[in-house]
Every structure is written in structure tokens, then in C-alpha cells.
């Protein structure tokens, strides 16, 4: 069983930088791809970003790529999100996930545990 918590939403302008945290429970937590997903009102859950177990691959979305970095700390359980140069269009609600493999993932059902999500809004 892993839980997720996430923090450090909130409002920027565009062009700001916000650091996303998620904090896992759970002894699971080393052995698994951590993902972030994140999704607007009306429009499907979309991947952003993965890292695996050990930190050496990680995988972005054309849209995040070169701006946003994932990252994690296993002996702390958690995995981060680093967001630069926000545009208006990265406004959405942002999930931590925790999936059912080690390797990278990139489909939602690949993940077993979400958080609860943050929000993120990045005005124009």
C-alpha cells in the first residue's frame, strides 16, 4: 500500500517557476516508477513526466519537455517536479502517481496509487 500527498500548487505568472512535492508512505515506494499526470476540466488525465525506481531514466511529454524536471529521493519517499517557464496552458490540476512497475510508464494504468491532487495556475 503507498499513499500520496502532494503540495506546492498555487498561482504564478507566466514565465514563474513552481517546485511540486509529492510525499509517499509505504516500503514499496523505492521499487516503483513515480509519474506525474496532470488534467484540465473536460479533457482527459495526461502523463507528463516518469522516473524510474533508481532515478536513472526518466521520460517527458513533448509539451513539458526542456522546462519541467522530475526527480526523486528515495530515502525521503519522494518525488518532485521542478516547472519553469509556466505558460498559461500548464493551468490544470497535477497527480502524483505510483505504479506497478519499476521500469518507465507512461500509461495511466500502469499506476496503482494517486494522490489527491494540486492545483496549478499560471496566469497570462
Known amino acids: 500500500q503507498v499513499q500520496l500527498v502532494e503540495s506546492g500548487g498555487g498561482l504564478v505568472q507566466a514565465g514563474g517557476s513552481l517546485r511540486l512535492s509529492c510525499a509517499a508512505s509505504g516500503r514499496s515506494f523505492s521499487s516503483k516508477v513515480m509519474g506525474w499526470f496532470r488534467q484540465v476540466p473536460g479533457r482527459e488525465r495526461e502523463p507528463i513526466a516518469a522516473?524510474?525506481?533508481?532515478?536513472?531514466?526518466?521520460w517527458y511529454a513533448d509539451s513539458v519537455k526542456g522546462r519541467f524536471t522530475i526527480s526523486r529521493n528515495n530515502a525521503k519517499n519522494a518525488v518532485y517536479l521542478q516547472m519553469n517557464s509556466l505558460k498559461p496552458e500548464d493551468t490544470a490540476v497535477y497527480y502524483c502517481?505510483?505504479?506497478?512497475?519499476?521500469?518507465?510508464?507512461?500509461?495511466?494504468?500502469?499506476?496503482?496509487?494517486w494522490g489527491q491532487g494540486t492545483q496549478v495556475t499560471v496566469s497570462s
Open positions: 502517481a505510483a505504479g506497478k512497475v519499476p521500469g518507465i510508464a507512461t500509461s495511466g494504468s500502469s499506476y496503482d496509487y
Open positions: 522516473i524510474n525506481w533508481s532515478a536513472y531514466s526518466t
